[in-house]
């Protein structure tokens, strides 16, 4: 068995031996979106230090802790803190949480992630079903040997994000009131945020938002054949839209004023989820 596996295995059994409930649905929280973990019912807090082979997140606003529980009657496994290539992890190990999920036996993930809009009908607090995303600026997750255990070497990413758990989201925010808008999310590597030339590049080959993760995650998702739903915090004008220059206090605050829908939409999402 191929190293990765092997450690990815021994985490999950760590895991599994820590945690009262068998997770269903295994939720990434983006910059500032960790308060929904506080919703979370009947939790088992683990910090990312205790758990074998787990990279440690260095961002500020990305506390690192694993919380299972019950959220809307039905058992998650959230992550408060993701990891980022930027940060330095190799790609693979961006992606590791994700294949321990899976060996969880868990086949649903809800990725969120705080994003730059493009689109120019999209204003900051907007929230964003990701449809779809450009990734191919950056190494895939998959790079190096194909992990045989999780899937297939070439993986069809033709409906990255579920369209029927699309939908769910979609009547969610219907029914809680929300304008949920829809579109791409491009992958920027960071850490620095793009140009505007990048991102007039970004919008012209289709992108409404553009962010720094997500789509590590959900390669690795699809890969091993789990069903994904994304959601986009918009938490600024990507470069150049507006005249003025971006900061990572602007991300967090948004994220913070955004932070009450944010919750209210994941619950119904997930009451509905199937
Ligand atoms: N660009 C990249 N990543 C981001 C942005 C952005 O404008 N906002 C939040 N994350």
């Known amino acids: 068995m191929e190293e990765y596996v ?3 295995t021994e985490t999950a059994e760590y895991i599994s031996g820590r945690i009262k409930t068998k997770p269903e649905i295994a939720i990434v929280l983006g910059s500032g979106l960790g308060p929904l973990v506080n919703e979370i019912e009947d939790v088992v807090n683990i910090d990312y230090k205790e758990i074998p082979n787990f990279p440690q997140t260095t961002v500020q606003g990305h506390e690192g802790k694993l919380v299972a529980g019950m959220l809307s009657g039905r058992p998650v496994l959230a992550m408060k ?3 980022h290539h930027y940060e330095g992890y190799d790609i693979s190990q961006v992606a590791f949480a994700v294949r321990v999920f899976k060996l969880l036996g868990i086949n649903e993930l809800l990725v969120t992630n705080a994003a730059g809009g493009i689109n120019k009908s ?3 607090g907007d929230l964003m079903l990701i449809k779809d ?3 191919f600026f950056a190494p895939s997750a998959l790079r190096g040997k194909n992990l045989d255990e999780f899937g297939t070497r070439f993986p069809d990413m033709s409906e990255a994000y579920s369209r029927a758990l699309g939908e769910i989201a ?3 925010a219907e029914s809680k009131g929300f304008n949920l808008r829809e579109g791409v999310y491009a992958f920027a590597q960071g850490p620095m945020y793009e140009t505007p030339a990048e991102i007039r590049a970004l919008s012209i080959l289709g992108a409404d938002a553009v962010g720094m993760s997500t789509v590590p995650e959900v390669i690795a998702a699809r890969h091993a054949g789990m069903k994904v739903l994304g959601i986009s ?5 990507a470069a150049g ?3 003025q ?3 990572h206090e602007e991300v967090m605050e948004t994220a913070k004023m955004v932070e009450e829908n944010f919750t209210a939409l994941v619950k119904e999402i997930v009451v509905n989820w199937k």
Do not use: V
Request: net charge positive; with cysteine; hydrophobic share 40%.
């Open 6 to 8: 092997k450690k990815a």
């Open 241 to 243: 839209i507006l005249d």
């Open 245 to 247: 220059p971006l900061n």
């Open 170 to 172: 979609k009547k969610a």
């Open 81 to 83: 803190g993701r990891f």
């Open 122 to 124: 999209f204003k900051p």
């Open 133 to 135: 995303h450009i990734g």
């Open 233 to 237: 915090c918009i938490t600024n004008m």
